[in-house]
């Protein structure tokens, strides 16, 4: 169970953060920019928030509940210690860019650029 405090908690972050820029954020904002950091793709805040903190969300379910699933889950054993840790890394680099969408869509100048690649 304490391996999935860490990330809940981000994931949660990630909610609340989103919920309290949520009045200040634009109706519409960029959720998708292209290797020059250009948005070239858009939703409306609610569909921003519910788009980005669902693919968190189903990223944990998918990643913390495969070995359950798996044939060979025996072998689980051997690197869940490197497992968590590649769980817990993308659902930061997801939190990341949820607050580098936010900061954008509330007028701060982020640069994209040299974020998205």
């Avoid at 609340?16 to 948005?39: C, K």
Wanted: hydrophobic letters at 55%; zero cysteines.
């Amino acid at each position: 169970m304490k391996k999935h405090v860490f990330p809940l908690s981000v994931t949660l972050l990630t909610l609340v953060a989103w919920l309290i820029a949520l009045p200040h954020l634009p109706a519409t904002m960029p959720i998708h920019w292209g290797a020059n950091g250009e948005a070239d793709g858009f939703a409306t805040k609610i569909n921003a928030m519910i788009l980005t903190v669902g693919i968190m969300a189903l990223i944990y379910f998918i990643i913390a509940f495969i070995p359950r699933i798996d044939p060979r889950k025996e072998n689980y054993k051997y690197f869940s210690k490197t497992y968590n840790i590649l769980l817990n890394a993308v659902l930061l680099l997801f939190f990341f860019i949820n607050m580098s969408t936010i900061l954008q869509g509330l007028g701060y100048n982020v640069p994209m650029s040299y974020i998205v690649p």
